[in-house]
């Protein structure tokens, strides 16, 4: 069955370290994948997406890669600041369907 | 103006109740959705409607029917509520579903069902 992990369920940083979270997939084969954020209470905000022909997409002080071989996907965040304090969604697509991990929840502290 | 609105926010209610949840978009979107978010956070579609038509359908309880009267509504009634229906439901719209060129998802800000 199709499984997205994302590395673990909380990560602290100090403010202006980068922020590193993984997702993993298994049994997706999937076209492009999707990042969002999710704060409490509130929907999740779509960030950023790759496609399976792209390596490397930025945004800001956002990064992520896409690894197809090794079915993963890495989302950084750079000079971390206690805004960015929130639950992050990796999300790969499978056809006609968007699934969510279960979501990295990161504390920036200052 | 907010993109994607759902009303309402809360929702409490009893056991074997029928309610319904709404849900409009602005974005002029093709394709709206309903998710739900359980206690665990997992966050799993349940429909996907394009332009009025039942694309996905996941493993839903039959209690469990959306309506979309245009494109710019989709609206989930749930007849005879169960403890287990408790969670926090969100709609989301894009443009051209999630195997289309603009599948970026826009999401309402949930609604929380306790049934008790």
């Known amino acids: 069955s199709q499984k997205i992990e994302q590395n673990s369920e909380a990560l602290n940083i100090q403010e202006g370290k980068t922020a590193t979270l993984t997702c993993n997939y298994t049994n997706y084969s999937p076209a492009y994948l999707q990042w969002y954020r999710q704060d409490p209470g509130r929907g999740p905000v779509f960030l950023l997406l790759i496609r399976e022909n792209e390596k490397e997409k930025r945004k800001e002080r956002l990064k992520v890669t896409f690894d197809t071989t090794l079915k993963q996907s890495l989302f950084h965040i750079t000079a971390s600041q206690p805004a960015d304090s929130a639950t992050y969604l990796c999300?790969?697509?499978?056809?006609?369907?968007?699934?969510f991990g279960k979501g990295t929840s990161l504390l920036v502290t200052p | 103006d907010t993109a994607v609105s759902q009303t309402p926010k809360y929702l409490v209610t009893q056991m074997g109740n029928d309610k319904s949840i709404k849900c409009e978009q602005n974005?002029?979107?093709?394709?709206m959705y309903w998710y739900k978010q359980d206690s665990k956070k997992f966050l799993k579609i349940m429909f996907s409607y394009n332009n009025k038509e039942l694309i996905i359908n996941e493993t839903v309880p039959n209690r469990f029917s959306p309506k979309s009267p245009d494109k710019a509504h989709l609206n989930l009634h749930i007849n005879s509520l169960e403890l287990g229906d408790s969670a926090v439901y969100f709609c989301a719209s894009s443009q051209g579903g999630f195997s289309g060129g603009f599948p970026e998802a826009f999401f309402g800000q949930g609604t929380r069902l306790t049934v008790v």
């Open positions: 974005l002029g979107h093709d394709t």
């Open positions: 999300a790969p697509n499978s056809g006609y369907a968007l699934n």
